[in-house]
């Protein structure tokens, strides 16, 4: 979804919930989540649309399969989507403190 997303983004560590007092700072971390995952999906559903011409979807399970797709239908474009992002990311447009890093791409998985 980062790939195709190809805008700057900054997702902070979750905050902690044990905390009454940090419940509006959890409640505003969560809702902040929840827009950039709708922001997110809108945005691959209209490159991938871009592509294959499909109509609209916001499921995930449906986005993964046309990200399969287009990797083997068009994978010049994917290398491109997948090099903007890769620089993105080494200029710090990109930072995600939520997700392992284990979980996220790099340049090793350009070959």
């Given at each position: 979804m980062m790939i195709l997303y190809?805008?700057?983004?900054?997702i902070q560590q979750e905050p902690s919930r044990c905390d009454v007092a940090d419940a509006a700072?959890?409640?505003?971390?969560?809702d902040?989540?929840?827009?950039?995952?709708?922001a997110m999906d809108s945005a691959v559903d209209e490159r991938l649309?871009?592509?294959d011409k499909k109509k609209p979807t916001r499921k995930?399970?449906?986005l993964r399969k046309r990200w399969k797709l287009l990797k083997t239908a068009h994978p010049?474009?994917?290398g491109s989507l997948i090099t903007q992002f890769l620089r993105m990311k080494?200029?710090?447009q990109i930072i995600?403190?939520?997700t392992p890093g284990t979980h996220l791409w790099d340049a090793n998985d350009m070959s």
């Open positions: 190809q805008k700057p983004i900054a700072t959890y409640q505003t971390w969560k902040s989540i929840w827009t950039l995952a709708v649309h871009a592509f995930a399970a449906s010049e474009a994917v080494a200029n710090w995600d403190a939520r």
